[in-house]
């Protein structure tokens, strides 16, 4: 009888999981490249860019979509906002 955990079709899929890494000053370019430049250079490897946003604190929508389009661009990885209100 053949072991059913060595049969290709019981075999767990493997696992992709994406490394992103967040920063808070949606308002501050300055800042965010501050942060992504220091971890870069500290050799930290991430998937994903993420900003948190709130309109009261980092202004306007097209503020943060200059900050968006400049992070994209500088550092070749998507851009999402993780945590907004």
Known sequence: MKNPVSTPSRRPK??????????????S???ARWFYDG?????VRWDVT???YYCMWHGS??????DI??????????????ETA
């Open 14 to 27: 493997p696992l992709v999981a994406a490394v992103t890494t967040a920063t808070a000053d949606a308002d």
């Open 29 to 31: 370019n300055a800042n």
């Open 39 to 43: 971890i870069r250079a500290q050799g």
């Open 50 to 52: 993420a900003l948190s």
């Open 61 to 66: 929508l097209a503020n943060l979509h200059r």
């Open 69 to 82: 389009v400049d992070l994209r661009g500088r550092y070749g990885k998507p851009v999402v906002i993780a």
